[in-house]
């Protein structure tokens, strides 16, 4: 069946713009969740949508990133006003049921993200 | 949040090496997970671990967690040259609307045939 999938693969932009990036996680997957990885390092835990309970959002790094899911459907990962430091790879990963239970997380492959 | 140290921070080997790469934390999780991490993909979910003191083995990849829940270890006996890549551990917070999993660093593997 179709994994995780996110859009754009590669996205690069000017400094100052806005960018969305798309997350399609897998169907039925209650839980999805948004990280960043820089070059060479391990995942920044951004935002953990679970069901319909209120987001967790406490990884989001300033009020310039913001994230939205509908229902148990598609999220978008927005940054506004696109700072050099946000370069990174953007992974979402969705899940049957909280992580830990036994249930792995289901990653896409990242949308790298270029500032210039 | 809690946090997770891996080390060591990269390893690199010979074919045929054993090596172990460690994940601790001062907190307790409700379970821990192993991913693998390939250039250009997302990681790949190894193994879980659950009960204080379990040990798993996944072919030449043993795995133990430790007796208080706050630490796992990560061990890998004859290291061949597919097993390159990014090792990472994730521990579950127990939170009320579910589990977050937090992932430390991770450890960088390069196996040299």
């Known amino acids: 069946g179709a994994g995780v999938s996110q859009s754009p693969s590669n996205k690069v932009t000017e400094k100052g713009k806005d960018v969305e990036l798309r997350c399609d996680p897998i169907?039925?997957?209650?839980?999805l969740y948004w990280y960043r990885q820089r070059l060479g390092q391990g995942l920044e835990f951004l935002i953990y949508f679970q069901g319909n309970s209120a987001p967790d959002k406490s990884g989001l790094p300033s009020d310039r990133f913001s994230a939205e899911r509908t229902g148990e459907s598609v999220s978008t990962l927005t940054i506004q006003r696109t700072q050099q430091e946000d370069s990174a790879v953007y992974l979402c990963?969705?899940?049957?049921?909280?992580?830990?239970?036994?249930?792995?997380?289901?990653f896409g492959n990242g949308t790298r993200l270029t500032v210039t | 949040t809690q946090l997770l140290e891996q080390s060591p921070q990269f390893l690199s080997i010979q074919e045929g090496e054993n090596l172990t790469v460690y994940c601790n934390s001062s907190?307790?999780?409700?379970?821990l997970q192993w991913y693998r991490q390939e250039p250009g993909e997302g990681p790949v979910l190894l193994v879980t671990?659950?009960?204080?003191?379990e040990v798993k083995k996944l072919k030449r990849l043993t795995f133990q967690f430790g007796d208080a829940r706050k630490d796992s270890s990560l061990h890998i006996t004859a290291a061949q040259p597919g097993d390159t890549g990014l090792y990472l551990c994730?521990?579950?917070?127990?939170?009320?609307?579910?589990?977050?999993?937090?992932f430390g660093a991770g450890t960088i593997l390069r196996v040299k045939s």
């Open positions: 994730a521990g579950a917070e127990w939170m009320e609307y579910g589990n977050k999993l937090v």
């Open positions: 169907s039925g997957h209650t839980a």
């Open positions: 907190s307790v999780f409700s379970s």
């Open positions: 671990v659950v009960t204080g003191g």
């Open positions: 990963a969705s899940t049957l049921q909280g992580a830990g239970r036994g249930s792995p997380l289901h």
